[in-house]
């Protein structure tokens, strides 16, 4: 089983950027596809992004591309993602997730992810 703590959240003034970590214990994360999600407050969690195995394919929410990007170091079994360019409407509690590698499904979908972080705050002021 493979544990996550994700790190890097707090306040930022729009306009600005933020790199969040995701650290895992337990397994090698080079044996997961990783996966960003965020949830608002009152509304459903969505999709953020994701990223394979080995790192080189990574897929993103429409609305997020080009501001946000995603990485992993499975060296340091860490999974990172650089949100810039932040607006208001980025605020939310940001989960990192991962399913192992051989499993089907859209990337998307949080369905497919069995282990998950505790989240870390993300708060965007205008």
């Known amino acids: 089983q493979v544990q996550l703590v994700e790190s890097g959240g707090g306040l930022v003034q729009a306009g600005g950027s933020l790199r969040l970590s995701c650290a895992a214990s337990?397994?090698?994360?080079?044996?997961?596809?990783m996966g960003w999600f965020r949830q608002a407050p009152g509304k459903e969690r969505e999709f953020v992004a994701a990223?394979?195995?080995?790192?080189?394919?990574?897929y993103f929410a429409d609305s997020l591309k080009g501001r946000f990007t995603i990485s992993r170091d499975n060296a340091k079994n860490t999974v990172y993602l650089q949100m810039n360019s932040l607006k208001p409407e980025d605020t939310a509690v940001y989960y990192c997730?991962?399913?192992?590698?051989?499993?089907?499904?859209?990337?998307?979908?949080?369905?497919?992810?069995?282990?998950w972080g505790q989240g870390t705050q993300v708060t965007v002021s205008s």
């Open positions: 337990g397994r090698t994360i080079s044996n997961y596809d």
């Open positions: 990223v394979n195995w080995s790192g080189v394919s990574t």
């Open positions: 997730a991962a399913k192992p590698y051989y499993s089907s499904g859209y990337y998307y979908s949080d369905s497919m992810y069995p282990y």
